[in-house]
């Protein structure tokens, strides 16, 4: 599976932006989706995950009720709607997939570790 990330841009504080990831590969649905974001001098963290089959959705707490992940199997993508963002959102997000998570599981997603494949990042800059 490969990955390609889209969508960031540079918005001011209280924007929107819709990131995608858009996936190669034929199982495509075997894969728990995921993002996560590395600010300059931070560690990667996670942001959000979306199960198989779109039952289970996982945020950080920090992004709950702004951020919106979802899937579209027919398309091979994922998406990363984030609604009033702050300047503390600024990052690089990278989409992921895993086949190794358990799908109730927030903590498995959230584990960067259990990711199979990544995409490259794309830089998201939100101005004050």
């Known amino acids: 599976v490969q990955l390609q990330a889209s969508g960031g841009g540079l918005v001011q504080a209280g924007d929107s932006l819709k990131l995608s990831c858009a996936a190669s590969g034929r199982t495509f649905s075997a894969y728990s989706l995921g993002w996560f974001r590395q600010a300059t001098g931070k560690e990667r963290e996670f942001v959000a995950a979306?199960?198989?089959?779109?039952?289970?959705?996982h945020y950080l707490d920090s992004v709950k009720g702004r951020f919106v992940i979802s899937r579209d199997n027919a398309k091979n993508t994922h998406y990363l709607q984030m609604n009033d963002l702050k300047p503390e959102d600024t990052a690089v997000y990278y989409c992921?997939?895993?086949?190794?998570?358990?799908?109730?599981?927030?903590?498995?997603?959230?584990?960067?570790?259990?990711?199979?494949?990544w995409g490259q990042g794309t830089q998201v800059t939100v101005s004050s």
């Open positions: 979306i199960t198989r089959g779109g039952a289970n959705t």
């Open positions: 992921g997939a895993t086949s190794r998570a358990r799908q109730t599981s927030y903590v498995d997603h959230a584990r960067g570790s259990l990711y199979d494949y």
